[in-house]
Each structure stands twice: as C-alpha cells, then as structure tokens.
C-alpha cells in the first residue's frame, strides 16, 4: 500500500518542516488525501512516485504558512533516536544543549537552505530524489547540500 510506505518519510519531512508533530500529522493526512485525489491523472515523466508526494507536501507546507503566521520547529532527531536509555544525565543535558544550538543555527538559515536539509535528513531522500522534488539539477543539489552542511559544521563548532 503506497500510504504505508511512503508514510514515515512524508511524515519526517512535513515534521521538519511544520511547526509541531500535530501540525505535521494534519499535513500529512492532506497530502495523502490530496494525492488519492490526483492518482488518477498522475503521469510518472521519469521521476520517481516519492518525489510526486513530496511536491504536494511542499505545496501543502507553503500554504499552511500562508494561511497563518509561520514558526519554525526543529525536531529532525526525534528523542527516541537520541538513546536517552544508556546515558547519563550530564550527557543528555549536553546532547540537548548541542541540539538547542544546532536548531538555532538551523532556525538563521534561508527557507530554501532548511528544505534542503528537511528533505535530506528528515525524509531520507538521497539526492536524485531530493533533484526531482526541487526541479534541480542533481549537481546543484550535491553542490548545495555540502555548502548548507559545512557551513552549519563551522557554526556550530565556532559556536
């Protein structure tokens, strides 16, 4: 079933992209809802089914941002891959301060330079994929991401 599978990185992406988890749950049901509509005239053009959905999560973020005044969350490492079990306190105090200070370096960044990133890490996609969603060329992508993620590396450990 194309819900199931395409669901997690649909969800991580809008999450990233949406102010909180209920925001981004909404969303995704009106992507889904929005592509069950439109299937009938899809037309594959080379590009692979994955990129379709994330055009219409791109297009269901900007209008949710238009229809109200936008906030950025940052939550692209949910808490339960931080591997809070085996970990002292004093290191999940430092993992959450290194997570504070990377969402603030992430929250400057352009809206063009977190879509990157959101589609990268958030929704897995590599990057032909990520080319596709975008209308980019997969070189200008490869190019982009490496600057975004150096530029965030000097930042942060500047920082």
Not at 107 to 125: N, S, V
Request: net charge positive; with cysteine.
């Amino acid at each position: 079933m194309l819900y199931q599978r395409y669901l997690p990185q649909i969800y991580r992406y809008l999450r990233a992209r949406a102010g909180n988890a209920d925001d981004a749950a909404d969303l995704t049901q009106q992507v889904f809802l929005k592509a069950l509509a439109a299937l009938p005239g899809y037309r594959p053009c080379g590009r692979p089914f994955l990129a379709w959905l994330l055009r219409i999560a791109r297009n269901a973020v900007a209008d949710f941002y238009r229809r109200q005044r936008p906030t950025v969350a940052f939550d692209l490492v949910p808490e339960v891959a931080w591997g809070v079990g085996e970990e002292s306190p004093e290191s999940i105090v430092l993992r959450r301060e290194e997570l504070a200070r990377l969402q603030e370096l992430y929250l400057r960044l352009d809206p063009a330079k977190q879509e990157l990133l959101a589609l990268r890490f958030a929704a897995g996609l590599t990057v032909p994929e990520i080319a596709a969603v975008i209308g980019k060329r997969e070189a200008a992508v490869r190019k982009q991401l490496q600057r975004v993620v150096h530029q965030l590396k000097e930042q942060f450990r500047d920082a």
